[in-house]
């Protein structure tokens, strides 16, 4: 559904563990991107990439990780170092990045509980 | 960077009347604003766009206004529907290389029967 998968749709994990979340498109798109939305908050950026190889920080990057191996998945790795990890992530795509680029088509999330 | 104001955070409006939603925005050179809709437990989905070329987009119900002069922009529904219960989302795209959206805090609106 809308061509980006989100997997899984719930996870749960200890203090202290890190945890990696999945994103997959086949939409042929550029530009990944990976927001986090906590209650009142809106949507905020944590890493996004321009194309292939290549990530850059946003707004609140510490204590995640990404990479960008293939064009068509763009993993998240939620570290011990971030403070307040339980929130829902949304991983989003575009055609291609810049301020001509074409909507953001998201993901159905993940719902991630650190205990 | 880009700093996006939404109100309000919560609206209740009775079924058939109008809802109205305000963003502001700071970056002048924006020139991109979306709005997205997100029903409990989806994920967010485009609603409407508009971009800084032009004053106003209507489809069907829902209509967006832009005044680039006082950097505002809102999103209008009229004759709202239960369905249409969700939280929505502004955006805005600031100009240049910044090519990244920079979202709103949120309004949830319901619509009551």
């Known amino acids: 559904d809308g061509g980006i998968t989100q997997s899984p749709k719930y996870l749960f994990r200890k203090e202290g563990q890190n945890v990696t979340l999945s994103c997959e498109q086949n939409?042929?798109?550029?530009?990944m991107y990976w927001y986090r939305q906590d209650p009142g908050q809106g949507l905020r950026l944590i890493y996004y990439?321009?194309?292939?190889?290549?990530?850059q920080k946003g707004d609140i990057a510490e204590g995640y990780s990404v990479s960008r191996e293939k064009k068509e998945s763009f993993p998240l790795t939620v570290t011990s170092a971030q403070k307040n990890p339980t929130a829902f992530y949304l991983c989003a795509s575009t055609l291609s990045w810049g301020p001509d680029n074409s909507p953001l088509h998201f993901g159905n999330g993940t719902r991630l509980t650190v205990t | 960077g880009e700093n996006v104001e939404q109100h309000p955070s919560t609206l209740s409006v009775q079924e058939g009347d109008s809802a109205v939603i305000k963003c502001t925005y700071s970056?002048?050179?924006?020139?991109?604003f979306p709005w997205y809709k997100q029903e409990l437990g989806k994920r967010p989905q485009l609603i409407i766009d508009?971009?800084?070329?032009?004053g106003e987009k209507k489809d069907q119900r829902i209509a967006v206004t832009l005044n680039k002069t006082a950097k505002h922009f809102s999103l209008h529904i009229t004759e709202t529907q239960p369905e249409d219960s969700a939280v929505y989302f502004c955006a805005a795209r600031g100009g240049g290389s910044q090519g990244n959206l920079i979202f709103g805090k949120g309004t949830k609106l319901s619509v009551k029967p």
């Open positions: 990439s321009q194309i292939v190889n290549d990530f």
């Open positions: 508009i971009r800084s070329n032009v």
């Open positions: 939409l042929n798109h550029d530009a």
């Open positions: 970056d002048s050179a924006s020139n991109y």
